[in-house]
């Protein structure tokens, strides 16, 4: 029996009521890293530093000493979202997938097979990004991708749900501040719907409740409530 605890988003006690960028690094560094701790401070820290640098006048001087020290050993932000761009595209199709996995679902379209939603999913992301392009078969993706990704799948399918499947050009990674308390209803309602449903022919649900990365229990957020447009697989 594993009774390991279920990985928890490390957001502070007022994100929702008082949401600040830094909530929103935390998010962003564990859609990109979710398996390396020590990358993740990185990015957090990174963050921390370009928060502090674009809003002086909102930090108390208590802090600059705290952050002088930070600084010391912060990498530029610029470096390490460079480091993180394939991880993005890998993040989105893995999101894609699983939004698609369970509007299908829940639109009773249970023919489409997985091959088809990642053969879409690749397409789609390879229009509407920038840079190298990421080749995929289901083979890559059940094998290296998913893996990699698939605890914070719930995540990326609530940035591609809220962005119109990427399609927007003003979206923002991955929220605006002031839609954080909708993002995370979202994601919610994605991480409950795809630890509940079994596609055709599968042996078990698409996400494992053990693994998959938690909302604070104090935060008491609320799974939004999902609708999905009828739509043919590409």
């Not at 890559?140 to 995540?155: C, G, R, Y």
């Not at 995370?184 to 719907?193: F, G, N, P, Q």
Request: proline content about 6%.
């Amino acid at each position: 029996m594993n009774d390991a605890q279920p990985p928890i988003l490390e957001l502070r006690s007022d994100a929702l009521r008082d949401p600040c960028h830094l909530d929103l690094a935390e998010i962003e560094a564990r859609m990109h890293f979710p398996d390396s701790a020590e990358k993740r401070i990185r990015y957090y820290r990174a963050a921390l530093i370009e928060f502090a640098a674009q809003n002086q006048e909102h930090i108390p001087d208590g802090m600059w000493r705290e952050l002088f020290f930070i600084s010391r050993d912060a990498s530029p932000i610029g470096d390490i979202q460079k480091e993180s761009e394939d991880l993005f595209k890998k993040g989105a199709i893995v999101g894609l997938v699983l939004h698609n996995q369970i509007a299908y679902a829940c639109l009773g379209q249970s023919s489409i097979t997985k091959g088809q939603l990642i053969s879409e999913a690749t397409k789609l992301i390879k229009k509407t990004s920038t840079g190298g392009l990421i080749r995929t078969s289901p083979k890559t993706f059940n094998n290296d991708i998913w893996p990699m990704f698939h605890s914070v799948a719930h995540l990326w399918a609530a940035w591609i749900g809220a962005n119109a499947l990427v399609a927007r050009s003003d979206s923002v990674f991955p929220c605006r501040l002031d839609a954080l308390p909708s993002f995370l209803a979202d994601a919610e309602a994605y991480r409950i719907k795809g630890e509940t449903t079994r596609p055709r022919q599968a042996t078990a649900n698409i996400l494992d409740h053990a693994e998959t990365v938690k909302l604070p229990a104090e935060l008491r957020v609320a799974p939004s409530e999902l609708t999905f447009e009828p739509r043919t697989a590409a």
